[in-house]
T-cell receptor, first 113, second 114 residues
Framework: GENVGLHLPTLSVQEGDNSIINCAYSNSASDYFIWYKQESGKGPQFIID?????DKRQGQRVTVLLNKTVKHLSLQIAATQPGDSAVYFCAENYGGATNKLIFGTGTLLAVQP | DTEVTQTPKHLVMGMTNKKSLKCEQHMGHRAMYWYKQKAKKPPELMFV???????INESVPSRFSPECPNSSLLNLHLHALQPEDSALYLC?????????????FGPGTRLLVL
């Protein structure tokens, strides 16, 4: 049955602060990574992606860092806003003949006004 | 436009009912996916269609039956579901399979099985 009482890891930040959400991925052969934002009652929304031949990529207010040595991915959000409150999932793509994504467990970002 | 639409938004069904979930995209994507998401968990892949052919079935029970009538539409037929099948069902699409491309998700159908 349901794992009653399961809690998502939570990051609580003050509005205007920078946020860093971390993710450990599982497969050293993964060559494409995506961060998704999922607001309550909605589907995952693409934020930013990065390929394994890069270690940093910047978007609008967001930066993704990739450390292949330790299989670690992070999402940095600058000047966090209340609208950033959501669950954030990292996803890795094993590549090869499929486009199969494997999602991390997710982090709940709670922005305090 | 990166929009994937899903209908209905909410669905309540009994264990003896037959219902269908629908998904549509007009981005020219040739890969479409069904995911199941339980509360406070990440999405779990159920099926993948590539060029309208079923390519991956993640050992999903036969009470879930996917269908891809054309390159823009994806259906999930439901029959004799169990209460534990209650979840958010997400559809996604991506450019042709074999490339490392982003999957774009729809808003989901929240299913409750009584």
């Amino acid at each position: 049955g349901e794992n009653v009482g399961l809690h998502l890891p939570t990051l609580s930040v003050q509005e205007g602060d920078n946020s860093i959400i971390n993710c450990a991925y599982s497969n050293s052969a993964s060559d494409y990574f995506i961060w998704y934002k999922q607001e309550s009652g909605k589907g995952p929304q693409f934020i930013i992606d990065i390929r394994s031949n890069m270690d940093k990529r910047q978007g609008q207010r967001v930066t993704v860092l990739l450390n292949k040595t330790v299989k670690h991915l992070s999402l940095q959000i600058a000047a966090t806003q209340p609208g950033d409150s959501a669950v954030y999932f990292c996803a890795e793509n094993y590549g090869g003949a499929t486009n199969k994504l494997i999602f991390g467990t997710g982090t709940l970002l709670a922005v305090q006004p | 436009d990166t929009e994937v639409t899903q209908t209905p938004k909410h669905l309540v069904m009994g264990m003896t009912n037959k219902k269908s979930l629908k998904c549509e995209q007009h981005m020219g994507h040739r890969a479409m996916y069904w995911y199941k998401q339980k509360a406070k968990k990440p999405p779990e892949l159920m099926f993948v269609y590539s060029y309208e052919k079923l390519s991956i079935n993640e050992s999903v029970p036969s009470r879930f039956s996917p269908e891809c009538p054309n390159s823009s539409l994806l259906n999930l037929h439901l029959h004799a579901l169990q209460p534990e099948d209650s979840a958010l069902y997400l559809c996604a699409s991506s450019p042709p399979w074999g490339t490392l491309e982003t999957q774009y998700f729809g808003p989901g159908t929240r299913l409750l099985v009584l």
